[in-house]
């Protein structure tokens, strides 16, 4: 009964109250481990290039960062690559942060979506959805539901980025403080399969200091490219 309560825990409200409480700087976005963004990047990048590579490689015209805090991802990690870079982030506090955080590049900002990821229905076609530390803040089913909308989003030969933390319990642990949770490694696979898409790679993120979640990235495409 006790864990059956423990995974009940995510909760948009108490979510959207914590980080209206945060500041909007680079350790508020990363929880006080501002210190492993740029390994958190480097890793990113050598993610996306391997990606360009691929022989249906996605296009550089336009990506969206979810759940983009003050857009560190779009700063050093989309923007450098893609003509256009909307965001979608549902605190107004974060969001204004954006343009003046990515600083000399923001004209290529586009969009800026206040927005929860589960209420959010993109409106053009991405080559890369980019989601990183926000899939937590999700319920399973409506996180089934947003990578169905983000897959019927993507343009030729687009791709859908997870990166997130895994549990290496095997089980969901829940974090009462800002209401989400983390999945292991064999959910978030079941929950990939229920949006009919398929992993084309899967890395684990090196170089992070011991005692924090691992971290992984999965490219993801439409199993039936008829369906997009
Ligand atoms: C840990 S921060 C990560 C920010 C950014 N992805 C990064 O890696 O720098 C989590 C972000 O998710 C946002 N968030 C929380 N719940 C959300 C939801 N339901 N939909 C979209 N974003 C959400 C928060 O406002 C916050 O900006």
């Given at each position: 009964m006790m864990e059956m309560q423990k995974l009940q825990t995510v909760d948009y409200d108490k979510s959207l109250e914590y980080w209206a409480e945060?500041?909007?700087?680079?350790?508020?976005?990363?929880?006080?481990?501002?210190?492993?963004s740029d390994v958190d990047i480097s890793g990113s990048q050598q993610f996306l290039e391997s990606l360009f590579l691929l022989e249906k490689g996605p296009r550089k015209e336009i990506a969206l960062d979810c759940g983009a805090g003050i857009g560190?991802?779009?700063?050093?990690?989309?923007?450098?690559?893609?003509?256009?870079?909307d965001v979608i982030e549902p605190d107004k506090k974060f969001l204004s942060e954006i343009l003046n955080y990515v600083g000399a590049d923001s004209y290529k900002i586009g969009a800026?979506?206040?927005?929860?990821l589960q209420d959010f229905n993109p409106e053009r076609k991405y080559d890369i959805i980019w989601n990183q530390w926000v899939l937590g803040y999700l319920k399973?089913?409506?996180l089934v539901k947003y990578l169905i909308k983000c897959r019927n989003a993507l343009a030729d030969n687009g791709i859908i980025i997870v990166k997130e933390n895994v549990t290496s319990s095997g089980k969901v642990e829940a974090d009462e403080v800002d209401s989400?949770?983390?999945?292991?490694?064999?959910?978030f696979i079941q929950i990939f399969k229920s949006a009919n898409l398929k992993r084309i790679k899967?890395?684990?993120q090196t170089n992070l200091p011991n005692g924090i979640y691992p971290v992984y990235m999965f490219a993801l495409v439409p199993i039936n490219e008829n369906t997009i």
């Amino acid at each position: 009964m006790m864990e059956m309560q423990k995974l009940q825990t995510v909760d948009y409200d108490k979510s959207l109250e914590y980080w209206a409480e945060i500041p909007a700087t680079l350790d508020g976005v990363l929880g006080g481990f501002g210190f492993i963004s740029d390994v958190d990047i480097s890793g990113s990048q050598q993610f996306l290039e391997s990606l360009f590579l691929l022989e249906k490689g996605p296009r550089k015209e336009i990506a969206l960062d979810c759940g983009a805090g003050i857009g560190r991802i779009s700063k050093n990690l989309l923007v450098p690559f893609f003509n256009r870079v909307d965001v979608i982030e549902p605190d107004k506090k974060f969001l204004s942060e954006i343009l003046n955080y990515v600083g000399a590049d923001s004209y290529k900002i586009g969009a800026l979506y206040q927005n929860s990821l589960q209420d959010f229905n993109p409106e053009r076609k991405y080559d890369i959805i980019w989601n990183q530390w926000v899939l937590g803040y999700l319920k399973d089913d409506d996180l089934v539901k947003y990578l169905i909308k983000c897959r019927n989003a993507l343009a030729d030969n687009g791709i859908i980025i997870v990166k997130e933390n895994v549990t290496s319990s095997g089980k969901v642990e829940a974090d009462e403080v800002d209401s989400s949770i983390t999945r292991p490694l064999k959910q978030f696979i079941q929950i990939f399969k229920s949006a009919n898409l398929k992993r084309i790679k899967q890395c684990k993120q090196t170089n992070l200091p011991n005692g924090i979640y691992p971290v992984y990235m999965f490219a993801l495409v439409p199993i039936n490219e008829n369906t997009i």
